[in-house]
């Protein structure tokens, strides 16, 4: 399992919970907007890195004052060793969060059939038809991040859906596709992107706060809960 990064206190990442974060290496997308673009293209060059056993006993010493673990990326189900890394938290006490692209619904329904996982963020990249273009890979098949999403609606596990809005990518025709794609999801949260540095795309924007508002808004009436993140 290649982990690349150790967030050891996280409050933010995992609703309710303080959490230590887990980012592994490696991703079959390229998302031109991607925050952690660096564990994406390039994992094997990057300074950090943890062997399995090192997280471990980390986690292990935070029992007790820590609530959860949260296993991020990159894309955590591209991992060899995932489940039994998630075991082996869920072992020590801890609740479990996986943050997915939904590009795995095989992997992500085995994994989540363990009992290991407490909560799944699926990233929803964009309306179906702009899948594709917005994750950078040309003639990319969506029915894969579909079958993810309709097996999360069926409820076997808490989650939320999460899209990261960029101008240049987005516009509310697509926030409304999603929202009907989605409807009646639990939970759905809209980030605002925020340039990072270190992008596979360069020039890219975010919106404006009220813009963020508008486009909640709108997709109001076809979700359970929709929040913002990122905007003040």
């Known amino acids: 399992m290649n982990i690349n990064g150790l967030q050891k206190l996280a409050l933010v990442d995992f609703p309710g919970k303080m959490a230590?974060?887990?980012f592994t290496g490696g991703c079959n997308?390229?998302?031109?907007f991607c925050h952690n673009a660096l564990l994406v293209t390039t994992p094997a060059e990057q300074r950090e890195h943890y062997e399995m056993r090192e997280v471990l006993d980390f986690l292990a010493s935070r029992k007790g004052f820590l609530d959860g673990v949260v296993l991020s990326g990159g894309e955590p189900l591209i991992q060899d060793g995932i489940g039994e890394f998630?075991?082996?938290?869920?072992?020590l006490g801890f609740a479990v969060k996986l943050d997915t692209n939904g590009c795995f619904p095989d992997r992500l329904r085995a994994l989540l059939d363990s009992g290991n996982i407490d909560y799944v963020a699926m990233d929803v990249k964009n309306s179906l038809p702009k899948y594709s273009l917005t994750v950078g890979i040309p003639g990319f098949d969506a029915a894969c991040v579909r079958e993810s999403a309709a097996f999360l609606l069926e409820g076997r596990v808490d989650y939320e859906f999460r899209t990261t809005l960029?101008?240049?990518?987005?516009?509310?025709?697509?926030?409304?596709?999603?929202?009907?794609?989605?409807?009646?999801?639990?939970r759905y949260f809209l980030q605002n992107f925020v340039d990072s540095g270190g992008l596979i795309q360069s020039g890219l924007h975010g919106f404006s706060p009220?813009?963020?508002?508008?486009?909640?808004?709108?997709?109001?009436?076809?979700?359970?809960?929709?929040?913002?993140?990122?905007?003040?």
Request: with cysteine; hydrophobic share 50%; proline share 4%.
């Open 86 to 91: 998630a075991a082996a938290v869920k072992a």
């Open 210 to 232: 009220q813009e963020m508002r508008d486009f909640a808004a709108s997709i109001r009436p076809f979700l359970a809960e929709v929040s913002l993140r990122g905007v003040d």
């Open 29 to 32: 997308l390229r998302c031109p």
């Open 166 to 186: 960029v101008r240049e990518f987005h516009t509310t025709a697509d926030l409304l596709e999603i929202a009907r794609w989605l409807k009646g999801a639990k």
């Open 20 to 22: 230590a974060t887990v």
